[in-house]
């Protein structure tokens, strides 16, 4: 006789193939790269359930990216800027937090003269069969000098950058892009910018037991079967 119960629990889970992921974000990297021990497995999951699922429409900030790239590629005339567009088209769900961070965008640049210097192609960073996609939001010079820019954008408290924090995601940004200028993440919700500061740390070894462990539990995990 079959084991039913066994046949059940079975069904209710499936192994994903073991073979690497395809490229990751960076975005979705660094949660992982951020999580505790028992939360690594939870934010590993979330990517696996997500993995060639994107649509537009269930991209929280992508309105906000786009119009922060418009408000510098476009002279927007009088009325309204494309800042403004962004929490005036948002869904009424997101307002609260598009005013945020356009707030904070707005007194990041303050009287600085920016400046767009085009879109920066993403690149590449790899460690053994992981490959994270760095796709940095903006390429302007900033009062004269040029730096390529990642917007940081999670607003739960947990997920707040500090200059510790923001080391290693400043690191694969300089390590991809590092040539078109000064790297810097910015941390929308709580109005911080970051550079790289060294400390004596080796970030990309950091990086790479960090992508160990990524692959590590992405040919063990068991996630919900569709």
Same mark, same amino acid.
């Given at each position: 006789?079959?084991?039913?119960?066994?046949?059940?629990?079975?069904?209710?889970?499936? $192994?994903? %193939?073991?073979?690497?992921?395809?490229?990751?974000?960076?975005?979705?990297?660094?949660?992982?790269?951020?999580? %505790?021990?028992?939360?690594?497995?939870?934010?590993? !999951?979330?990517?696996?359930?997500?993995?060639?699922?994107?649509?537009?429409?269930?991209?929280?900030?992508?309105?906000?990216?786009? +119009?922060?790239?418009?408000?510098?590629?476009? %002279?927007?005339?009088?009325?309204?800027?494309?800042?403004?567009?962004?929490?005036?088209?948002?869904?009424?769900?997101?307002?609260?937090? =598009?005013?945020?961070?356009?707030?904070?965008?707005? !007194?990041? *640049?303050?009287?600085?003269?920016?400046?767009?210097? @085009?879109?920066?192609?993403? @690149?590449?960073?790899?460690?053994?069969?992981?490959?994270?996609? *760095?796709?940095?939001? #903006?390429? $302007?010079?900033? %009062?004269?000098?040029?730096?390529?820019?990642?917007?940081?954008?999670?607003?739960?408290?947990?997920?707040?950058?500090? +200059?510790?924090?923001?080391?290693?995601?400043?690191?694969?940004?300089?390590?991809?892009?590092?040539?078109?200028?000064?790297?810097? $993440? #910015?941390?929308?919700?709580?109005?911080?910018?970051?550079?790289?500061? !060294?400390?004596? $740390?080796? =970030?990309?070894?950091?990086?790479?037991? +960090?992508?160990?462990?990524? #692959?590590?539990?992405?040919?063990?995990? #068991?996630?919900?079967?569709?």
């Amino acid at each position: 006789m079959p084991n039913t119960a066994a046949t059940a629990a079975a069904s209710a889970t499936e $192994v994903i %193939d073991p073979s690497p992921p395809g490229p990751i974000s960076m975005t979705q990297f660094y949660p992982f790269v951020l999580a %505790d021990p028992v939360a690594k497995g939870t934010e590993l !999951r979330t990517i696996k359930l997500s993995q060639g699922r994107y649509t537009p429409a269930v991209d929280y900030w992508r309105l906000l990216r786009l +119009q922060i790239m418009a408000h510098h590629r476009f %002279d927007p005339g009088p009325g309204l800027d494309a800042l403004d567009t962004a929490i005036e088209l948002a869904h009424p769900s997101r307002k609260a937090n =598009y005013r945020i961070a356009v707030a904070h965008y707005r !007194r990041f *640049v303050g009287r600085k003269q920016v400046e767009w210097l @085009g879109r920066a192609a993403p @690149g590449i960073w790899e460690a053994e069969d992981l490959q994270v996609r *760095v796709n940095p939001e #903006l390429w $302007v010079s900033i %009062d004269g000098e040029p730096h390529v820019i990642k917007l940081f954008l999670r607003s739960e408290p947990k997920w707040a950058l500090d +200059q510790r924090l923001a080391n290693p995601l400043v690191h694969l940004l300089q390590c991809c892009h590092g040539g078109l200028g000064t790297a810097l $993440v #910015l941390d929308l919700m709580r109005g911080r910018a970051f550079r790289l500061s !060294r400390c004596g $740390v080796d =970030y990309d070894r950091l990086l790479r037991a +960090q992508a160990a462990a990524f #692959l590590s539990l992405w040919n063990s995990e #068991l996630v919900p079967a569709a």
